[in-house]
Structures are given as structure tokens and as C-alpha cells.
């Protein structure tokens, strides 16, 4: 099978490189180096790096449904697109390029979490349960009929979503390729989606701050959901403090802060912030304008002393 793959995202390179164990693009379709850090430097894409890294021949369009790009697609005679986290919206012109069908991995069950951010929202919402659907394509954003889907347990109160991706990529490459296979091969026929359809648009900045007071489990989520990048940000006002808090988990002792305060627990090594249903546990956090992050002893030797 020959199949072109689209992505971009820190999902998508992770799930390129577990693709890579069944056999390579003929492309690596990504989107163009862009400005970052403070110097902005024009940094590659994961996807990118490690197709560099990997040697193979990659293209950054800046619109890939143009036409002369759509005809080069064309010129490569690919059987399948595979996509995920790739960051543009393909038109028609390009999604009837492969012989087979162009397919899309898609971390959630659809039509569950349609959207740009389906991973941050289940955490958000504590979901124990997530997945990983391989559609076909079509124009309305993940609206195609479903090939292959198959669920995955995530933990959102004890696991960053740093530390699930690994698990999304890996269904999802074993998934795109076993469906592709299927189809290629005749023996599955895509089916429409089922059940109630939810979305999960695109992060905003006011995504990102915690907010104690909604309990501990929405707390805990927000902060495991949003690590390691971007961070959830918390402004801890009794100290005028901004922070980012790293990962956390709910707290089942009985020494509980005040909504919104910070305590420590030396015997246990808990650093608690009270919410308004118990406290969470932060295991790690970092404060504004300082490079790395702090263990539990370490921000309450700095920050809680009388």
C-alpha cells in the first residue's frame, strides 16, 4: 500500500514514528516552519523533525489544496492518505487524490469530541475512557464514516496527557494501517457515525486557567490534561504568584486548604490546593519566569514559609 502522510503535532510524530514499523510514506505532508520561542526562530514541525531525522522526503505547503499541489499528489499514484493532527482543513479536489480513500486518525470516539482539541477536552471532563476512531474523510470536519474504532482508558485524574499520547499514537497507527488494509483489501465497509455528537474546539487562553473552585476532579483534569504544554496556569493571589501547574491528582487525606490556598503536608510530601469539594495533590508546577519545575518540598520551602 502506498499511502501520503499528513500531520504536524507532537500525536502526529509520535504516530508516524509507530507507522514507520509498518512501512513508510511515499510523502510526509506538513505544515511550514514557523517563528518560535523568544528569538523567534523558525522552528520545524514534529512531523518535520522527524522525517528529516528519519529520511524521508517531506513537503511543507503552505495551502495543500492548491492545484499544482494536488497534481503533484496525483503524479505519486498513492492508494491512501493517512492524516492526523495536521492542522488545515483538505478540500475535495485533494481528498479524492488516493486511489482507496483518504483516512484520518482521530483521538476520541466520534462522533464524540469532534474538533481540534478532543484529548485536552476529555481530560477536562475526566473522561476514564477516550479512544481512537480512523474515518473516511470528507469535507465537514470529522463527520466521515467510520472504518475501525476501538477505546482506550486514559485515567485523567493520574496521567498527563504527555504521558498518554504515546498509547493514542500507537492505536491510532495500528488502526490506520489495519483499516487501510481491510479496505484495500475489500473486506470492511465504512460505516456512518452513531450517537450523540459533541465537539472540542480549539484551546483558548481562558482554557487554560485552573479554577478550584469548579472540585477537585475538574481541577485535576485541567491541570493533567493541559501538561506538558501548555500548562494550566494559576494565578495563587495570596502571593500575587503566577503559576503553571504540571500534573496532580485528588488528595484523600483529611488536611484540607481553604479554596484556592496552597498547604503542605511534610510527612506525606503533598502539596495541596484547596478546592471546594477536597484539595489536589500537585506533583510538580513551575512558577512564572523561572526555567524549571519544582518538586512539592522544593515550592514549599520557597514559597509557603512564614
Known amino acids: 500500500m502506498r499511502y501520503v502522510f499528513f500531520g504536524s503535532g507532537e500525536i502526529a510524530r509520535l504516530t508516524l514514528s ?18 518560535k520561542g523568544r528569538k523567534r526562530r523558525l522552528t520545524p514541525t514534529p512531523v518535520k523533525a522527524l522525517a528529516v531525522e528519519r529520511g524521508l522526503e517531506v513537503v511543507t505547503p503552505e495551502n495543500p489544496n492548491r492545484s499544482d499541489f494536488v497534481d503533484f499528489l496525483k503524479s505519486l499514484g498513492v492508494d491512501f492518505i ?16 488516493p486511489k482507496v480513500a483518504p483516512l484520518c486518525m482521530h483521538p476520541s470516539l466520534l462522533p464524540k ?6 484529548i485536552e ?16 474523510m470528507e469535507e465537514k470536519v470529522d463527520a466521515g464514516k467510520v472504518v475501525l474504532r476501538e477505546s482506550l482508558i486514559i485515567d485523567p485524574c493520574h496521567r498527563t496527557k504527555g504521558e498518554v499520547l504515546p498509547d493514542f ?9 489495519e483499516g487501510a488494509r481491510l479496505l484495500y483489501e475489500g473486506k470492511v465497509k465504512p460505516v456512518p457515525q452513531e450517537g450523540e455528537v459533541s465537539y472540542a474546539p480549539k484551546l483558548r487562553p481562558e482554557d487554560e486557567i485552573v479554577h478550584p473552585e469548579e472540585g477537585v476532579r475538574p481541577t485535576v ?3 493533567n490534561g493541559l501538561s506538558p504544554d501548555p500548562g494550566a496556569r494559576y ?13 496532580a491528582e485528588p488528595y484523600t487525606g483529611s488536611q484540607i486548604p481553604p479554596v484556592g490556598e496552597f498547604a503542605y503536608v511534610r510527612e506525606e510530601d503533598a502539596l495541596l490546593l484547596g478546592c471546594s469539594d477536597g484539595a489536589a495533590r500537585i506533583l510538580s508546577l513551575k512558577v ?8 512539592p518540598k522544593e515550592f514549599a520551602n520557597g514559597y509557603l514559609r512564614k
Open 113 to 118: 469530541y469532534r474538533g481540534a482539541a478532543p
Open 221 to 223: 483534569g485541567r491541570i
Open 169 to 177: 499514537a500507537r492505536l491510532g497507527a495500528r488502526l490506520l494501517y
Open 235 to 247: 494565578l495563587w493571589r495570596t502571593r500575587n504568584l503566577h503559576l503553571k501547574l504540571l500534573k
Open 288 to 295: 512564572a519566569g523561572k526555567p524549571r519545575a519544582l518538586s
Open 82 to 97: 493517512f492524516l492526523a493532527d495536521y492542522g488545515k482543513i483538505l478540500r475535495r479536489n485533494l481528498l479524492n487524490v
Open 18 to 35: 509507530e507507522l514507520l514499523k509498518y512501512g513508510s510514506p511515499v510523502l510526509v505532508v506538513t505544515r511550514p516552519d514557523r517563528p
Open 121 to 136: 477536552w476529555a481530560f477536562f471532563n475526566c473522561d476514564e475512557i477516550s479512544g481512537v476512531t480512523v474515518f473516511v
